[in-house]
């Protein structure tokens, strides 16, 4: 059974940092990318940034460039990570990981997500 499970979250002051975890499982082979995603209470999903699995290239919004940074292990299934820094209370949201699958050609895959609060 394929699973994106996220870790890291959890409860934080302003102008702090915290780092995300996203642990793939099952069969990943057919998988394109890999990306996190956050969701604010009454808000739709914005995506963050994320790599393309072939080549390890990553890729932001503008919005996320220059506080939140994406890395990865590829050793065994992927594992990608997401830095937070200077998190303001705007960045509270629940964060997840998602993947872009098969012949999709958007993310379609999501993990249960892990909750960023940050306290001013």
């Known amino acids: 059974q394929v699973q994106l499970v996220e870790s890291g979250g959890g409860l934080v002051q302003a102008g702090g940092s915290l780092r995300l975890s996203c642990v793939a499982s099952g069969d990943t082979v057919t998988w394109n990318n890999m990306g996190w995603f956050r969701q604010a209470p009454g808000q739709e999903r914005d995506f963050l940034g994320g790599?393309?699995?072939?080549?390890?290239?990553?890729?932001y919004t503008d919005s996320a460039l220059g506080r939140f940074t994406v890395s990865r292990d590829i050793d065994s299934n992927p594992i990608v990570y997401l830095q937070l820094n200077n998190l303001q209370p705007e960045d509270t949201a629940v964060y997840s990981c998602?993947?872009?699958?098969?012949?999709?050609?958007?993310?379609?895959?999501w993990g249960q997500g892990t909750q960023v609060t940050v306290s001013s």
């Open positions: 998602g993947a872009r699958t098969g012949r999709s050609t958007i993310y379609n895959f």
């Open positions: 790599f393309r699995l072939r080549d390890g290239a990553p890729y």
